[in-house]
């Protein structure tokens, strides 16, 4: 299943985003809103096709809709640009959204989050950290997630969805339901579709490196040797209660298993003692995610290793009984990173 996201809006960005077919985020007034690239980093892992959930401030959460094909990549809408007065904040990062399966009754947070279920594997993990933190504008769901999450519109929604992906009506927000006017085409979207790569510099550091693997997951196949051919991807992934993230993880579907490719990123040398940390990522993946018969492998990204670093990796892949690591070595040049594989 592809990325299923989760997009927060509030009662006077819901109507417009319905309205105008479009999802967002925003770091928030008086910030410098040019440059934000862990907004940019987690919206660059949409992609054609993708499931989208909203999460409507203190109302809950309404969908289903995807990401649109066209234009195929996020973009940029300066804090001047299109709606952003009707906005009421700079919504400077946006993909096209279109209709998939939309209900006009959401799932509350209850539902959602606090009702617990008596296995702590069904707990939609995701969503809880989310709510903990509450720092993120769009943020991803396991594909068993989104699954469940569906299985509660379809409930609360017995009569079935209000539009498809074939609707070219216009929808709208009204006394907390979704509504459709069928006598009334979607207006077209006509701000500016400019993608936002030159706010990535590699350079600049760790959040910039993910950023520009988000962007090009799937899309530069010169990264498949180091990511794969993932059926899922997320960045900033919560692992525990402690808050603790791992950069990329992404999800692989083999004949009878699936990868888990744990990433970490590192833009300088990493140290022995750091190693540990992808251990504790390792037990979450296995405890909360992966099914028996799948396959863990740890991966390690970073700017040269100290002495014994490398054999500290390969000694935890191998107490956990995951597959034997792999450690690249990468580099600048120009504004693109090279990677090298080291084990």
Sequence with gaps: MPTPHVFVVNERTFPLHLRYRFAGTTPGSGS???????LLADIARTRPGDPVLFYLQGHG???IFRIAEEPSYPFWEPPDGYLQKELGLPLIYRVRICPFEVYPRPITEWEAIDRLPVYSRDIRWSLLYRKLRGERGCSYLFPHEFESMRALFQAANPE???CDENEN????WENGQIRVDRGTPAPPYTGQLKPP?????????????????????GRDRQLDDLVGQPCWFANEVYAGTGMQRMDLLTIERENSYRRFRIIE?????????????????????REYVANQEDRIRPIWISKGFSEGAIEALQKIAKEENC??????????RGNRPLFERLK
């Design 265 to 285: 990123l590192k833009t300088t040398r990493t140290e022995k003692g750091e190693v540990e940390q992808i251990r504790r990522y390792i037990w979450w993946v």
């Design 323 to 332: 597959e034997p690591p792999e450690i690249w070595n990468w580099e600048p």
């Design 169 to 172: 009506s216009c929808l709208d």
């Design 197 to 217: 790569l030159d706010h990535i510099q590699v350079r600049q550091g760790e959040t910039h490196l993910q950023a520009w693997l988000t962007w090009h997951i």
């Design 61 to 63: 959460f309404y969908g």
């Design 32 to 38: 410098k809103v040019e440059r934000h690239i862990r």
């Design 160 to 162: 079935g969805p209000l």
